[in-house]
């Protein structure tokens, strides 16, 4: 069998996932990747064949979507990237919420799987920001077309909705607390973020940022550059973690269970829906970085809990149940 899988490049997330399909789809036949999108910092080593700039996100520094440089940044190749995609040779389209796949399939009549976080929105039964914005919601649930999905979330809402894909190195740690806090907010830069961190000097802070290229100190606060094992090692050692409203982070610290305290890019529908689903398990969620986090942060500290993700279903259950999906259309 020969297997496409597209690859959302807007984040860390949709690229970690597929490094940790690989090993079980490969046994199903040969696997050839498409990669859209220069928002992941990460490095792969797998078998990228056909890569586009896609659709990129940007951010304003004050944490929320930057729509102007969004569209901007949007390539008027789109369609004729859609149009060279080889689709046709392959047996079985699988696409992790990649638009230029989707709108292939669509040109050569193919049929796909959507798979991942976001085809979890596919069902009405996931939870949904109560936030108002017409344009988030449009896209979240209607960004990628297929044929048939399956869906990663929190917690099963519905019957084709499945949990997380949790790393190996998470699921083979030795969990242990050295007290520090770890922090991923994208959005933010660390000019802002630093005088929220330098208020807290009884704790320490394990910073990743695209901003730096090599380990930098300033008082409590450790700068990291982004990279995916350092960021692993950090959450595995960590009391805590403040990250965006991504999903497989919380998904992550709550299997292992670490305290999450959430902030989701403002204006992001997705994320806020992420944080709706995170409040309803018990989650500290905020809406910004603002005068109120002390406050905020101490409460955190002191009361809350962490709460803890099980999994029903291993990786190797879920690539069967999406095979298993393929053979019955």
């Not at 929190?154 to 740690?173: G, H, R, V, W």
């Not at 806090?181 to 704790?203: A, C, G, M, R, W």
């Amino acid at each position: 069998m020969k297997i496409f899988y597209a690859i959302q490049g807007t984040g860390n997330g949709h690229l970690s996932r597929a490094e940790q399909l690989y090993p079980y789809l490969k046994k199903y036949g040969d696997v050839d990747f498409f990669l859209s999108g220069s928002n992941t910092q990460l490095n792969t080593n797998l078998p990228i064949k056909y890569k586009s700039h896609g659709i990129s996100l940007h951010y304003k520094n004050t944490g929320g979507m930057d729509y102007a440089k969004i569209a901007k940044s949007i390539s008027f190749n789109l369609y004729k990237d859609a149009k060279r995609l080889p689709i046709d040779h392959y047996d079985l389209v699988i696409n992790d919420f990649e638009f230029i796949t989707s709108l292939a399939c669509s040109i050569k009549n193919k049929k796909s799987i959507q798979f991942g976080h976001q085809a979890s929105f596919q069902s009405k039964l996931t939870p949904r920001s109560k936030s108002i914005n017409p344009i988030g919601k449009l896209v979240l649930e209607n960004f990628v077309k297929s044929t048939s999905f399956i869906g990663l979330h929190f917690e099963s809402y519905d019957q084709n909705i499945y949990n997380p894909i949790i790393k190996e190195d998470i699921i083979t740690a030795n969990k242990i607390n050295d007290g520090h806090i770890t922090v991923y907010l994208p959005q933010y830069t660390d000019e802002l973020i630093t005088p929220f961190l330098h208020q807290q000097p009884k704790f320490h802070f394990e910073v990743f940022t695209k901003q730096v290229t090599q380990i930098t100190n300033s008082k409590n606060i450790t700068f990291f550059p982004i990279n995916s094992a350092s960021f692993t090692n950090s959450l595995i050692r960590c009391y805590g973690i403040m990250t965006a409203g991504g999903f497989e982070t919380p998904a992550e610290a709550m299997y292992l269970n670490k305290k999450v305290l959430s902030i989701p890019i403002l204006n992001h529908f997705e994320q806020e829906c992420n944080a709706e689903a995170l409040k309803k398990m018990g989650i500290l969620v905020l809406k910004k970085l603002d005068d109120t986090f002390h406050n905020h942060f101490k409460n955190w500290i002191d009361h809350d809990t962490p709460k803890s993700l099980t999994l029903t279903h291993s990786t190797k259950d879920i690539v069967d149940i999406l095979m298993q999906n393929e053979i019955a259309q």
